[in-house]
């Protein structure tokens, strides 16, 4: 069998799995559902690129927000599913994928500014709040809780898992615990620059057995090595700017968490090889919220087991 066939052939047996499990019969697949990807203007410095699968009658909307060092590809197959019944937005994040990248002078790539960036895509993209649902992972995870903050209605529910959202460096790996400071963190930055190759290859396998392990489409492979470089500023670069305000917004986070209203689930992989499940724990607990840890899952649940996150969202509109 032609290796290209092989991403195409497993997107579509999930599509029936998740079909056949939802009480649907495969006759329903939506194969013209199709990923509009283009770019909307944010302010004069920002333009993001966006993927939108739209429904003639959505149900609701649902926004998928991507981690280090993935892009909206990401999201693809996940999307062309739930495009059965919903309409579906991802972006990229600036310093990622085929977005901006602003000179730091202009744009901090801090959590908060991601988080005003969120804010003005829901804002132009004119998406009803009230029946979103919000999933993000990783870097994108502290944004949109930071963003939830001051607006109780910011979604109709937020799903995170996987990410810091307080200064607890005891659960986290030590290259993340080094880019918090200098001068590790230039050293950790430079690394990374260095073998980009080597994480962009192993960074969705660490922790998990062979068995564990996944396959990623080749599509969002090409896409993370074209994106990684754009504009004098790579991903890793990005990475680095984020974490040099990473303690400042996640103690901002941390002492207006009485404020968070919208309702929010927490998933974590049992077997997260950055970011200890303790950190989930922990939210969890202090925002008395619903916290799922997944059997043998890793960093990156929405790619080693769709089907599951695909299930989180649809149960997500039906609460």
């Known amino acids: 069998m032609p290796q290209s066939l092989i991403p195409k052939l497993l997107t579509v047996a999930l599509v029936v799995i998740v079909l056949i499990s939802g009480g649907c019969a495969p006759i329903a697949l939506e194969q013209n559902s199709q990923a509009a990807i283009g770019f909307i203007d944010i302010n004069s410095d920002l333009k993001l690129r966006r993927m939108i699968v739209r429904q003639a009658t959505p149900k609701g909307f649902v926004l998928f927000l991507h981690g280090f ?5 990401a999201w693809k197959d996940i999307a062309l599913i ?30 908060q500014d991601y988080a005003r960036v969120l804010k003005e895509y829901i804002r132009r993209s004119g998406i009803d709040t ?9 870097i994108g995870a502290l944004p949109v ?10 979604a109709k529910k937020i799903i995170v898992g996987d990410f810091a959202p307080f200064d607890r460096p005891q659960y986290m790996h030590a290259n993340l615990q080094s880019l918090k400071s200098k001068p590790s963190s230039d050293s950790t930055r430079a690394y990374m620059n260095n073998t980009r190759d080597e994480i962009l290859e192993n960074a969705f396998r660490r922790g998990l057995s062979k068995d564990e392990q996944f396959e990623l489409p ?45 309702p929010v689930t927490v998933i974590w992989g049992e077997k997260d090889f950055y970011i200890q499940k303790e950190m989930g724990v922990e ?37």
Not at 69 to 73: F, G, I, K, R, V
Not at 83 to 100: I, Q, T
Not at 130 to 138: E, G, P, Q, R
Request: glycine share 4%.
């Open 218 to 262: 080749q599509e969002f492979k090409d896409d993370m090595f074209r994106g990684w470089s754009q504009d004098n500023l790579t991903s890793a670069d990005a990475f680095y700017f984020y974490y040099s305000h990473f303690t400042r917004d996640q103690n901002y986070f941390e002492s207006n968490l009485n404020k968070l209203k919208t």
């Open 82 to 111: 739930l495009a059965r019944d919903y309409e579906v937005h991802a972006f990229d994040w600036p310093g990622y994928g085929l977005s901006s990248r602003p000179s730091v002078e202009r744009f901090s790539y801090s959590p």
């Open 130 to 138: 009230s029946k979103l649902v919000i999933y993000a992972t990783d």
């Open 145 to 154: 809780l930071i963003a939830a903050l001051d607006q109780p209605n910011f």
């Open 69 to 73: 060092p993935e892009t909206l590809y």
């Open 283 to 319: 939210f969890a607990e202090r925002a008395k919220i619903e916290l799922a840890v997944l059997s043998g899952i890793g960093h990156y649940p929405h790619l080693q087991s769709p089907g599951r996150t695909i299930a989180e969202i649809r149960a997500s509109f039906d609460k």
